[in-house]
Each structure stands twice: as structure tokens, then as C-alpha cells.
């Protein structure tokens, strides 16, 4: 099951020069956990705005 819509949602992948472009452009560095989410699923929209908590 995914809480994604469908993947043509999805913007094109997330490149190398991408990360080091936005680090240099903010003088930081990305944590590698927020990378892999990004590699993942770098955008797109949620199938709901409601999640069921319990």
C-alpha cells in the first residue's frame, strides 16, 4: 500500500549535482536520512490529507 498518488506525480529524480547544488546554495549539509527519503520520493502528492492516528 502507498499514501503516494500515482508516480507520474513525481518530478524527475534527484541527481548528485542536485544535493551538492542545493548544500552549496544554503551552506549546509544534508542529513543521509533526508537524502534517501528524497531519493525515494522527491515530490508528488499525498492520496489523502487525513492519515489515521491510533
Known amino acids: ?16 549535482k542536485d544535493i ?5 546554495t544554503f551552506g549546509v549539509t544534508l542529513p543521509k536520512s533526508y537524502l534517501k527519503v528524497l531519493k525515494e520520493q522527491n515530490g508528488g502528492y499525498l492520496k489523502t490529507e487525513l492519515l489515521p492516528v491510533k
Not at 8 to 14: I, Q
Not at 20 to 24: G, M, N, R, V, Y
Open 1 to 16: 500500500m502507498s499514501i503516494w498518488e500515482k508516480d507520474s506525480d513525481k518530478p524527475n529524480r534527484l541527481t548528485q
Open 20 to 24: 551538492e547544488l542545493a548544500e552549496k
